[in-house]
């Protein structure tokens, strides 16, 4: 069975600083890597995916993520973070035709 | 376009008591899921189906049964309701699980059981 495993489970930033964040997980097949965010009081919205192709994947509002098969890693980033990005941001993996395994998700607060 | 609706959004029981959670989605999808959100532990797949008739356990099924009497509607019942109950649920669905297949989130139920 896969697992996922997010290094930091909260994270706190101040405006136009550049984001990382941490996703590992533990499968040897082929995978499908996501990113969802939930915005407080809302529901989960897919931010990126990975399936094939460019490990180089770009998501809505200037989220990317590099999938990296040999460490096993979905990292996301971006450049500049904004107030409104304050959010939990789950990684995701699911391989061949299971179901999605969630990490225990990154809590991700940007003071103004 | 609604997506994927749960009701009801909000619910206090007593411990004992029984409800059930309704999960609608208007995109045709053939897979639904039931995920239990905990500060810290992310989201735990409950019960899944694969299709109208068809239903499958996750990783914490105890205590939660459900029922996919129509392709649209995806049921999910606490019985005997406990407080480690006591979560948030998410509804999803998804067209299929292949290659890149994301899911759709409700959004969500605040469950607490006193």
């Known amino acids: 069975a896969q697992s996922v495993s997010q290094h930091n489970h909260h994270v706190i930033l101040s405006e136009a600083a550049s984001l990382e964040l941490g996703c590992n997980y533990s499968?040897?097949?082929?995978?499908?890597l996501f990113w969802y965010v939930q915005y407080p009081g809302q529901h989960l919205q897919l931010l990126l995916k990975?399936?094939?192709?460019?490990?180089l994947v770009k998501g809505i509002k200037g989220f990317e993520a590099e999938f990296i098969k040999s460490k096993f890693s979905f990292n996301l980033r971006k450049p500049s973070v904004q107030w409104s990005d304050t959010a939990e941001y789950f990684c995701?993996?699911?391989?061949?035709?299971?179901?999605?395994?969630f990490g225990k998700g990154t809590m991700l607060l940007v003071s103004p | 376009n609604a997506g994927v609706t749960q009701t009801p959004k909000f619910r206090v029981l007593k411990t004992g008591q029984s409800m059930t959670l309704l999960c609608a989605q208007d995109?045709?999808?053939?897979?639904m899921y039931w995920y239990r959100q905990d500060p810290g532990m992310g989201l735990r797949l409950i019960h899944y189906?694969?299709?109208?008739?068809?239903?499958a356990k996750g990783e914490v099924p105890d205590g939660y049964n459900v029922s996919r009497l129509k392709k649209q509607n995806f049921l999910l019942g606490l019985e005997s309701a406990a407080p480690s109950q006591t979560s948030v649920y998410f509804c999803?669905?998804?067209?299929?699980?292949?290659?890149?297949?994301?899911?759709?989130f409700g959004q969500g139920t605040r469950l607490t059981v006193v």
């Open positions: 999803a669905s998804s067209y299929s699980t292949g290659a890149g297949t994301e899911a759709f």
């Open positions: 990975y399936f094939s192709g460019d490990p």
């Open positions: 189906s694969v299709g109208e008739g068809t239903t």
């Open positions: 995701a993996v699911k391989a061949g035709y299971s179901t999605l395994t």
């Open positions: 995109m045709n999808h053939e897979y």
């Open positions: 499968y040897g097949g082929t995978v499908n």
